[in-house]
T-cell receptor
Framework: QKEVEQNSGPLSVPEGAIASLNCTYS??????FFWYRQYSGKSPELIMF????GDKEDGRFTAQLNKASQYVSLLIRDSQPSDSATYLC????????????FGTGTRLLVSP | EAGVAQSPRYKIIEKRQSVAFWCNPI?????LYWYQQILGQGPKLLIQ????????DSQLPKDRFSAERLKGVDSTLKIQPAKLEDSAVYLC???????????????FGPGTRLTVL
């Protein structure tokens, strides 16, 4: 079982819709969870992080964490074509010095 | 504030040759990371420095890869000899560090795209 699993996609949504990106992890002791966005040919950039169960909102983005189910998601409201990118879920393991383990990413396509 | 700098941006070499990448982290960032990102995959941590000491190199292929961070600032990653499977983007990241925050944000440089022929 991979440490961090994501559906590779592509996930296609129309402009203005809600995009829902999901991630599961295997290490029950994982502490913090990060969502990065990566445009083609570019480096990852942090969107947001979450470490407590529940929802965390930042503008059009909402991260949701359920530690009991070992599940973290990212919702993008009012999706825009500029949101088209690969979204990487990263999990900070309990062991290791702030080590992040990344999933393979989900490719999101927002059509006008 | 300047971001993480990396050079070169692109490198093409033949297998069995050697190559070196350079990274300059954000000023004041104590922790520096080197990642390997193969096409279609997420970044994989190769080595992590806290100041000039190594805190994690468990996934670094030490028979061919080496890295150093002299004086706790700039870092170089070397591959010698390169193999075809080393073709990837090598990303450098830095964070404020200190080891006390579980949400220490990592900031990535633009990466070096390596092609091994």
């Amino acid at each position: 079982q991979k440490e961090v699993e994501q559906n590779s996609g592509p996930l296609s949504v129309p402009e203005g819709a809600i995009a829902s990106l999901n991630c599961t992890y295997s290490d029950r002791g994982s502490q913090s969870f990060f969502w990065y966005r990566q445009y083609s040919g570019k480096s990852p950039e942090l969107i947001m992080f979450i470490y407590s169960n529940g929802d965390k909102e930042d503008g059009r983005f909402t991260a949701q964490l359920n530690k009991a189910s070992q599940y973290v998601s990212l919702l993008i409201r009012d999706s825009q074509p500029s949101d088209s990118a690969t979204y990487l879920c990263a999990v900070q393991l309990l062991t290791g010095f702030q080590k992040l383990v990344f999933g393979t990413g989900t490719r999101l396509l927002v059509s006008p | 504030e300047a971001g993480v700098a990396q050079s070169p941006r692109y490198k093409i070499i033949e297998k069995r040759q050697s190559v070196a990448f350079w990274c300059n982290p954000i000023s004041g960032h104590a922790t520096l990371y080197w990642y390997q990102q193969i096409l279609g995959q997420g970044p994989k941590l190769l080595i992590q420095f806290q100041n000039n000491g190594v805190v994690d190199d468990s996934q670094l292929p030490k028979d061919r890869f080496s890295a150093e961070r002299l004086k706790g600032v700039d870092s170089t990653l070397k591959i010698q000899p390169a193999k075809l499977e080393d073709s990837a983007v090598y990303l450098c990241a830095s964070s404020l560090g200190g080891g006390f925050s579980s949400t220490d944000t990592q900031y990535f440089g633009p990466g070096t795209r390596l092609t091994v022929l």
